[in-house]
Nanobody, 116 residues
Framework: QVQLVESGGGLVRPGGSLSLSCAAS????????VGWYRQAPGNQREWVAT???????YYADSAKGRFTVARDNAKNTVSLQMSNLKTEDTAVYYC??????????WGQGTQVTVLS
């Protein structure tokens, strides 16, 4: 079983930056993709960004140009660098990792609050 632990959330003003990190531990094996989702109060969880094992990255329209996802296979980590944050970015951010086995792993989430 793989455990994912996020860190780096917090409170920031609009226009500010935050960096999230997610560390995987446990029965680490090859993965298909890692990435980030978020869920704001009253909303469904939505996809934010993905980094594939092959090195490709993909972003939701809301994240393009402002967020950068990066994976470090050697350290089993994935990060999300967020800049020019907006109030609508306020949400709980979840790390996601899809294993080659098809198992979908989730972290416990980290709160990001953008408040003027």
């Amino acid at each position: 079983q793989v455990q994912l632990v996020e860190s780096g959330g917090g409170l920031v003003r609009p226009g500010g930056s935050l960096s999230l990190s997610c560390a995987a531990s446990g029965s680490i094996s090859s993965f298909v993709r890692v990435g980030w989702y978020r869920q704001a109060p009253g909303n469904q969880r939505e996809w934010v960004a993905t980094a594939t094992n092959g090195g490709n990255t993909y972003y939701a329209d809301s994240a393009k140009g402002r967020f950068t996802v990066a994976r470090d296979n050697a350290k089993n980590t994935v990060s999300l660098q967020m800049s020019n944050l907006k109030t609508e970015d306020t949400a709980v951010y979840y790390c996601n990792r899809v294993e080659l086995t098809g198992i979908n792993n989730w972290g416990q989430g980290t709160q990001v609050t953008v408040l003027s």
